[in-house]
């Protein structure tokens, strides 16, 4: 008897608990950002090393192996050095770990993931990235070059909140162009 009234206030307590999750992503805004973005960047110490010379990707645009690559080559990030502290360097590189694309719920992330399936070594750009190719296939070169834009990895010059993780084609805003629609 003890089991039967243990099991349907367990199973009592999931249901509330699913209503109440069912609540939360009924938010449109909530649900917009789940399908078009990415997680914003919350974490002060990435935004203040890695923001302080380019857009401090969201770390859910890359798996967390190629976070680790980009890590374990600052000496020449892309041609620049960005070397850390070892301290630094270890919570900047956990926290790129703990918010990669595998460790997302949201959709753009997966979506990433789910291209790399047949990927055999981690990039360590986004803009290799086959998601990301597809998603900028229809830009024409003369956008691209630009000079409010300057290359594909500018997301921010195009993604009006990139910032905060929005990718959405209905918030694409070149500057001298205006709004984008492909």
């Not at 460790?103 to 789910?114: E, G, K, P």
Request: proline content about 5%; hydrophobic content about 35%; glycine content about 8%.
């Amino acid at each position: 008897m003890k089991t039967l009234i243990f099991s349907t206030a367990a199973l009592m307590l999931v249901g509330i608990l699913g209503f109440g999750i069912q609540g939360a992503w009924s938010d449109s805004d909530h649900m917009k950002r789940l399908s078009t973005g990415v997680a914003p960047v919350t974490n002060p110490l990435y935004q203040e090393e890695c923001g302080s010379c380019h857009l401090a990707y969201p770390p859910g645009l890359l798996p967390a192996a190629s976070w680790q690559g980009i890590m374990s080559g600052l000496d020449d990030h892309f041609g620049d050095n960005a070397e850390l502290d070892s301290d630094v360097l270890q919570q900047l590189s956990n926290h790129l770990a703990s918010n990669s694309a595998e460790m997302s719920a949201y959709r753009r992330s997966q979506a990433i993931m789910s291209s790399l399936r047949n990927s055999r070594t981690p990039p360590l750009r986004i803009t290799e990235l086959s998601y990301f190719a597809h998603e900028h296939r229809e830009i024409p070169k003369r956008i691209i070059e630009l000079p409010e834009v300057g290359s594909l990895s500018q997301c921010n010059a195009c993604h009006r909140y990139a910032e905060q993780g929005s990718f959405s084609e209905d918030d694409i805003w070149i500057k001298g162009i205006g709004h984008w629609d492909d």
